[in-house]
């Protein structure tokens, strides 16, 4: 039985709006080698010595790779639960790197602020680990700037699933903004109404059922299409990233802040929900 069955997630409802890009990927190519590895793109030949979990592995020289566009399910730290399909994702991705030679592709911008290299690992086949994943309903596709180059391939990659509610995808993935509680932050997928939007020198702040504040830089709000920023106001719209629930530690509230805030990380995060 596949991995990808043998965990159960919670199922609270299904997954029944349908999204549109409001910005433009890459073109899709189901070869990912190919957007990472035109002519004398350079690529490492490496191999991989431990697996922390679905998204970030160990080199047999010591650096620690966080793999580029996609966010797989954490692992309990200290005794916690696993998320749904942790361990599915680490088992898999052990299948794909163990006993392998694997060629490493850094992102454009090559660490985070943890120390890890941001890169994709491919294998000798020219096959995606992070795509490979995706198929399996082994975790989220994310795109985070400027390390966008492979996003429609890994987009199409988490459709795939998605359509065939592999995975993370068993059951409803996407939660209501306005059922935000207190304590929930980390990775989400949120849709809700545009209830407000204010813009500041640097940003719009897109505020979904009066509960969650959208930031999105104005040099990210330059690439959606067709649709102005100021034209979400009333629409309903899905985007994803990290949420933070600045008033977890106690925290004072400034006046007319809201509680849960989410940064974009690319165009890409955000969704024109198009069923309503």
Known sequence: MPLAYTEKAPLSGA???FCTLLFALPAFSRDCSALLLPPNSPAEKVRVSYIFDGDTVKLDDGRRIRLLGINTPEMGPDGHADEP???AARQALLRLTERSELLLVVGAKPEDHY???LG???RADGSLLSAELLRQGLGYWISVSPNIRAAGCLAAAEQV???SGLGVWRGDAVRQARQ???GDQGFMLLEGRVTG???SRKAHWLTLDNRL???MSKALATQLKPLAVSALRDRHIAVRGWVIDRQARGQRLKKGYQRWLLRLTAASMLQLVTDR
Do not use: D, K, N
Request: proline share 4%; glycine share 4%.
């Open 120 to 122: 994709h690992l491919l």
């Open 15 to 17: 997954f029944l709006f």
């Open 180 to 182: 935000l509680q207190p």
């Open 197 to 199: 939007i204010q813009t």
């Open 115 to 117: 120390g890890r290299v």
């Open 213 to 215: 504040v959208v930031q």
């Open 161 to 163: 699933a998605r359509q």
């Open 85 to 87: 399909f942790a361990v």
